[in-house]
């Protein structure tokens, strides 16, 4: 198993940018394709990004698009998300999550973080 913990939410204005950062435990980082989530409120937990086990390769979902980047570094068993041009929509928590799985299948991940809280104001 791996463990999960998300850093770096908080209060931005909308436009502004900001970068989440999920530490991920043990010696078998690279074997998880990696990826975030975020949960609105009053809304289903929906996909943000994944990102292949070597960082290679990326997929993001359509409201993020152009906006966010997702990335890792395995040397330091990290994996992060620079979110720019933000909207008061992507108000949520936003969760890391592993899997074993392919990067691209959200139905997928398994191992989850507690969340962080990313705020986006008006």
């Known amino acids: 198993q791996v463990q999960l913990v998300e850093s770096g939410g908080g209060l931005v204005q909308a436009g502004g940018s900001l970068r989440l950062s999920c530490a991920a435990s043990?010696?078998?980082?690279?074997?998880?394709?990696m990826g975030w989530f975020r949960r609105a409120p009053r809304k289903e937990r929906e996909f943000v990004a994944g990102?292949?086990?070597?960082?290679?390769?990326?997929y993001y979902g359509d409201s993020v698009k152009g906006r966010f980047t997702i990335s890792r570094d395995n040397t330091k068993n990290t994996v992060y998300l620079q979110m720019n041009s933000l909207k008061p929509e992507d108000t949520a928590v936003y969760y890391c999550?592993?899997?074993?799985?392919?990067?691209?299948?959200?139905?997928?991940?398994?191992?989850w973080g507690q969340g962080t809280q990313v705020t986006v104001s008006s």
């Open positions: 990102v292949s086990r070597g960082g290679a390769n990326t």
């Open positions: 043990g010696r078998t980082f690279s074997s998880y394709a």
């Open positions: 999550a592993a899997t074993v799985g392919p990067y691209t299948d959200y139905h997928m991940y398994n191992y």
